[in-house]
């Protein structure tokens, strides 16, 4: 049961991104079939354009859930009702709006074709006014209500997410001097102040699902965003290699985003140690694996698979291969779906006033998806380290590796239907099927 009345606009959050959760599966599906059967949809909709799309739809339903994240648990940890509920409700359908007409510009050809961020300049300015509504009714909330090292970390993530965001404005004709301020919004969002985000929300579920004390969660919470920080920005050199940037940076790049691995490391310990230490047996176990496996798969994919191809010596070789795609899909789903996940799984019930419900439904969408991105991880880091060397070693023509590959194609293929699977096995467990009880009333302690 939520503690504030206002929390239950976190619901509209959950619901979209669940939603865009899903769009943005499928979308990855029909990308991934086009690898293999190049002409399916060709004469309706490019490739080009389904990727965009399920890029975007990423981004945007990670967003939002960071938004209901943020709305569910600043009241109860500022102890307050959030500042407006109406602006909340408002702001999510202007960014809903913003999402669904900068898709309809995609079908239609009208983007700006920049990775990550193709969205017209008035879908720009329209997500700059969403993030400021949003700002405004979080601090807001903060500043009446109690302080914590949770608020003020995740405020901190938040107002750097928008503030970098506005680099995005900036389209410089250049193309070195684009891609230097492009990666201010993209590293700087994912390898920076996402993991604050990330590090306050997992706080707050340890609080809550362990049972341990404040003093010692926030204590490790300072440790880790000290880390990202230190390592993240100074990383964003590794982006920096081969775009026209001056040689120092190879090492600054080499050296920094080598170093991006131990924040993961961190959040692993940290984890698993306040679940040893918590002593708790809190009823929502489905929200506790799926925080611990937030932890150890962010590891994994942010961090392992961030290292093997992070040193200017070996990025000469794997930039812009099939090892990337294998990176960029597991820390996606271990740092920030699984995240996302984790959050939802712990409020849904609250915030519905039940019991936690369908929680082996949700524990085998865990299993399930999770094998499928580790399989789909593998199939297209084995497709890389072949592409490399094929490509980039024996100088073979790109389209002449690439049917090479198709076999490492058609296994990502497969574990991304599997994947699809577990998603929707895990939007099922979200619903709250008739006759299944209200929460019984419970002593402070758990909850």
């Keep these: 049961m939520v503690k504030y009345e206002t929390q239950k606009v976190a619901l509209y959050y959950f619901i979209g991104a669940s939603v865009l959760f899903v ?19 060709a004469d309706l909709v490019p490739f080009n ?8 739809a990423l981004i ?24 407006s509920p109406k602006l909340a409700i408002i702001q999510f359908f ?26 017209p300049l008035w879908i720009k300015l ?3 006014v969403v993030a400021l509504i949003f700002l405004f009714n979080l601090t807001m909330t903060v500043l009446k209500g109690r302080k914590t090292a949770v608020t003020n970390v995740l405020l901190l993530g938040l107002w750097g997410v928008a503030i970098f965001f506005l680099f995005s ?31 306050a929300i997992l706080a707050f579920l340890m609080i809550k699902l362990t049972g341990i ?3 010692i969660v926030e204590k490790w919470l300072y440790v880790i965003i000290g880390l990202s920080l230190f390592t993240g920005i100074l990383g964003t050199g590794h982006h920096y290699y081969w775009i026209g940037t001056p040689g120092y940076w190879q090492w600054i790049g080499s050296v920094f985003s080598t170093l991006e691995v131990l924040p993961f490391f961190a959040m692993v310990v940290f984890t698993f140690y306040m679940v040893w230490k918590g002593g708790r047996d809190h009823p929502n176990k489905a929200a506790l694996l799926w925080a611990l496996g937030c932890s150890v798969m962010a590891f994994f994919g942010a961090g392992v698979w961030g290292f093997l191809h992070t040193l200017s010596s070996i990025n000469y070789y794997t930039h812009g291969t ?12 271990g740092a920030y779906v699984m995240l996302n996940v984790a959050i939802f799984v712990y409020a849904l019930p609250n915030l519905l006033n039940r019991e936690p419900y369908n929680q082996t439904l949700s524990m085998w969408s865990f299993w399930i998806t999770t094998s499928a991105m580790s399989f789909m991880t593998f199939a297209l880091t084995f497709a890389g380290i072949i592409q490399t060397h094929l490509q980039r070693v024996l100088g073979q023509s790109f389209m002449e590796v690439q049917e090479q590959l198709a076999l490492f194609y058609w296994m990502r293929l497969g574990s991304g239907a599997v994947a699809v699977i577990g998603v929707l096995m895990l939007v099922v467990s979200f619903i709250p099927f008739k006759g299944r009880g209200k929460v019984k009333a419970q002593p402070a302690a758990a909850e």
């Design 49 to 56: 354009i389904i990727r965009m799309i399920h890029t975007n």
């Design 213 to 215: 004390d404040r003093e």
């Design 60 to 83: 945007v339903w990670l967003l939002m859930g960071f938004m209901g994240a943020a709305y569910y648990l600043v009241p109860e940890e500022a102890e307050t009702e959030l500042y």
């Design 322 to 333: 099939q090892v990337t795609a294998a990176h960029g899909h597991l820390a996606f789903y």
């Design 126 to 128: 329209a997500i700059v």
């Design 169 to 199: 404005l900036y389209n410089p004709v250049n193309l070195a001097l684009d891609k230097v301020f492009w990666w201010w919004v993209v590293h700087l969002w994912v390898e920076g102040v996402w993991e604050l985000v990330m590090a």
């Design 94 to 119: 202007l960014f809903l709006f913003g999402a669904a007409a900068a898709v309809v510009g995609y079908l239609f050809g009208i983007h700006e074709g920049r990775e990550f961020l193709e969205q």
């Design 23 to 41: 769009a943005q599966v499928l979308g990855g599906l029909i990308a991934g079939t086009i690898y293999v059967l190049p002409n399916f949809l």
